[in-house]
Structures are given as structure tokens and as C-alpha cells.
């Protein structure tokens, strides 16, 4: 069976400074029309950096879930931004740790129900403290935390963050090969 819906038309609702909001009508494989609202955003880049079995994240205020979290070093993609310089580009403003070498880990779709991001996850290696240069409103605590109380956290649910639980995961598996 065919899958594939067929866009009609759109229309932009908003236009913001990090998404764009728009409402297409589609014509369904059954031939039906539906509507599909739609958060497009540029994507974003993250990176895992492990340090003597220490993973580094940073944690922050998430004003949507009203509490601090844990997560790997990460932000969004300026428009045609390689995402490889946008992760160590966020690994030395959030953190201060700079790399002499980024290796793509994975790719995910955070939620491909109503939005196009992509976030591009990679891996760290041969890293260095140099200087942290937080953007301006940007609050963080960078913590390096043993990887095996990281997998507890996890478990325990307080690591919910999908790309952090991601990247975690993937490097984990890799480790095991």
C-alpha cells in the first residue's frame, strides 16, 4: 500500500524566531483530504562527550516543563548551518570544552507527529576545557556524571530528555561492539 500523502495547499499561521507554524491540506492515499499542522524549525545539533566514563551534560531551567533537567550539550541550527559546527560550536558556549574531533552518532526525529526537526547528534572525543561563552539569558550547570549513574537516572525517569536517553543509548551500544 502507498503511504505517501500529497500536500494541496498551505498556509502560514506564524512565523517565529526559532518555528514556523503552517496548516496544509493533504490528499491522503485513500484519496480523502485531511489537514496537517505543521512546526517547521531549522533543527538542531547535540553532542555526547565522555571523559573517563563521565558524561557531560549540562542542566537548565525548561520553562515548558517548569523544572530543571538534564541534557547533552546542545541547540538549534541557524538557517543552512552545518550541523557539525553548530554542535561544537554549543559544546564550547554551554560547557567550555572544546574537540579536536566530532563524529556523527545518530540522527533523530523528535516528534515527527506535527513537526520537520532534525536533531544531529554527535560524539566528542579528545576534548579540553577552554572557556564557556553562555548566550546572553542562557543559565546552566555543566556536570560530569559517571555513566553508570546516568543509566540510573534514566531509569528512574530523571533523564527524560529524548536525545540525551538517545545518545546515551547509542554510545552504550557501540561500546559493547
Do not use: W
Not at 490528499?27 to 485531511?34: C, F, Y
Not at 538557517?79 to 579536536?100: D, F, I, Q
Not at 533523530?108 to 576534548?127: M, Q, R, S, W
Not at 577552554?130 to 553508570?148: A, P
Amino acid at each position: 500500500m502507498k503511504l505517501t500523502e500529497k500536500k494541496l495547499s498551505g498556509e502560514t499561521v506564524y512565523n517565529g524566531k526559532i518555528l514556523t507554524l503552517e496548516v496544509d491540506e493533504v490528499e491522503l492515499p485513500d484519496g480523502k483530504k485531511a489537514k496537517r499542522e505543521c512546526v517547521r524549525h531549522n533543527g538542531g545539533a547535540a553532542v555526547l562527550c565522555v571523559i573517563n566514563d563521565e558524561i557531560l551534560l549540562v542542566k537548565q531551567f525548561r520553562y515548558l516543563y517548569g523544572k530543571e533537567i538534564y541534557e547533552i550539550p546542545a541547540g538549534k541550527l541557524e538557517k543552512n548551518e552545518n550541523p557539525v559546527m553548530a554542535a561544537a560550536r554549543e559544546l564550547e558556549e554551554e560547557t567550555g570544552y572544546v574537540s579536536t574531533k566530532i563524529t556523527p552518532l545518530l540522527k533523530l526525529f523528535p516528534t515527527p507527529g506535527y513537526t520537520d526537526e532534525v536533531i544531529h547528534i554527535y560524539k566528542a572525543e579528545n576534548c579540553r576545557l577552554n572557556s564557556q561563552k553562555l548566550d546572553d539569558g542562557e543559565f546552566l550547570d555543566v556536570q560530569f556524571i559517571r555513566t553508570e549513574k546516568v543509566l540510573e537516572m534514566i531509569e528512574e525517569g530523571e533523564i527524560c530528555d529524548a536525545k540525551t536517553v538517545a545518545a546515551v543509548c547509542k554510545y552504550l551500544y557501540e561500546q559493547k561492539k
